[in-house]
């Protein structure tokens, strides 16, 4: 079992947690790793942050899990329906929003995530690790936070993420629209887990709290990525997101960085709740081979 500690920081005018995992046999690499949950939900327990973290850095890398501000729920639009179809109970919905704490919109998670990258180099060494060698991934939201961040660090002309792991990630407030392929893929998926468009807009409008949707930090997709570090990213083929990350690779790949882009068949979004799935091995023998090389 990895003995983890937590520590608080502060960036965005607010404190956050961040929880170590520290790597058994350190091979150098230390990540950076942001759950994801529609910018509004999700915590250090859930699979996606504490079962990943706990299986990488078994795996020789150290990994620090962001606790980030979550942004405001004002305008909780109806989500996509859980496992099977079956959406929270309205009881499951209110715990998570009080289990929060203080809410806040943009730029605060943003402004944290690259707070958590800087704090990381700067104790790397501390736990076998080369401040050389940190990078920055995340999940769904936290993989935006992630991209964006990257953008942020790059622009202020200092240290940059080794590398990007990117989840099923969201990069553009509009996503860019499903092409016929995909379009056969949503449509058999059951109603409301396709993520309509309109819901995932409420989403990202709520995540932006008045800032525009053209903000790089916010939403990187469509933008000069000339200067990115190497990048992974991985969708699923079975969902509507697919879509923003298969173009961010494209704006990658024309500002001349080095891009892996995967898509995962069959999965669905959020695979990386279901360790021990395909899909979910898949993805963490990519990213260790990756933070390893």
């Known amino acids: 079992m990895t003995n983890t500690s937590e520590h608080t920081l502060n960036a965005g005018g607010s404190d956050f947690r ?11 690499s230390v990540l950076v790793w942001l759950h994801g949950g529609a910018f ?3 915590t250090l327990d859930m699979p996606e942050a504490d079962e990943i973290a706990r299986r ?9 899990s962001v606790d980030y501000t979550l942004s405001p729920v004002d305008g909780l639009p109806p989500l996509p329906p859980r496992d099977g179809g079956t959406g929270p109970t309205a009881e499951q919905v209110a715990s998570e929003i009080a289990a929060a704490g203080p809410r806040s919109a943009y730029p605060t998670a943003s402004l944290q995530t690259a707070a958590a990258f800087l704090w990381a180099r700067e104790n790397a060494p501390g736990w076998g690790g080369d401040p050389e060698r940190v990078s920055l991934g995340g999940a769904s939201a936290g993989g935006n936070l992630s991209a964006g961040a990257a953008v942020r660090l790059r622009d202020a002309r200092g240290p940059v993420p080794a590398s990007l ?11 860019p629209a499903a092409d016929a392929e995909l379009a056969g893929f949503l449509e058999a998926l059951p109603p409301g887990a396709e993520f309509p468009p309109e819901a995932t807009r409420a989403i990202n409008t709520g995540y932006l709290g008045g800032a525009s949707p053209d903000e790089v930090y ?3 997709g469509g933008h000069d990525m000339r200067g990115m570090p190497r990048t992974l990213i991985m969708n699923a083929e ?4 697919r879509s923003s990350g298969e173009a961010f690779a494209a704006d990658l790949a024309l ?7 995967v898509r995962e068949r069959g999965a669905l979004h959020g695979y990386l709740n279901e360790v021990g799935n395909q899909s979910a091995e898949r ?3 990519l990213m260790a081979g990756v933070l390893s090389d």
């Not at 990117?166 to 509009?174: A, F």
């Open 165 to 175: 792991l990117l989840i099923y990630p969201v990069l553009h407030s509009d996503l």
């Open 18 to 28: 961040v929880r170590v995992y520290p790597a058994g046999t350190p091979n150098g």
């Open 56 to 64: 990488l850095s078994a795996q020789g890398t150290t990994i620090v």
């Open 40 to 42: 509004m939900f999700g």
């Open 255 to 261: 500002g001349g960085v080095d891009v892996t882009l």
């Open 238 to 241: 079975r969902d509507r997101l």
């Open 283 to 285: 993805a963490l023998a």
């Open 218 to 220: 916010a939403f990187p």
